[in-house]
Nanobody
Framework: VQLQASGGGLVQAGDSLRLSCAAS????????MGWFRQAPGKEREFVAA????????YYKESVKGRFTISGDNAKLMVYLQMNSLKPEDTAVYYC???????????????WGQGTLVTVSS
């Protein structure tokens, strides 16, 4: 089972980025797919999640209205569209899969390698 995150980069405040997560190795139709991030010196934190079945979405409060998570079940792809980026969004972003709907990173069984997002002011 593999998750491959991509799409990070260096942008200026106010710019947009779209992160992608490619899943392979098994079907994730019963899983919740999440995005987490970890800034230097800080703990990993929940950003957004989507349930493959039903398409329900969940967001960290500070990214609501700016970030959008979406998924393509047929392609086993999950996306995180990030608009109006702020310097405080700077972090390594990870995609992950869990059988539980939770904002806690512990139950997420599968993790991508992370992609770095740097937002300059």
């Amino acid at each position: 089972v593999q998750l491959q995150a991509s799409g990070g980069g260096l942008v200026q405040a106010g710019d947009s980025l779209r992160l992608s997560c490619a899943a392979s190795g098994r079907t994730f139709s019963s899983y919740v797919m999440g995005w987490f991030r970890q800034a230097p010196g800080k703990e990993r934190e929940f950003v957004a999640a989507i349930s493959w079945s039903g398409g329900s979405t969940y967001y960290k409060e500070s990214v609501k209205g700016r970030f959008t998570i979406s998924g393509d079940n047929a392609k086993l792809m999950v996306y995180l569209q990030m608009n109006s980026l702020k310097p405080e969004d700077t972090a390594v972003y990870y995609c992950a899969a869990s059988r539980l709907l939770t904002t806690n990173h512990v139950p997420y069984e599968y993790w991508g390698q992370g992609t770095l997002v740097t937002v300059s002011s």
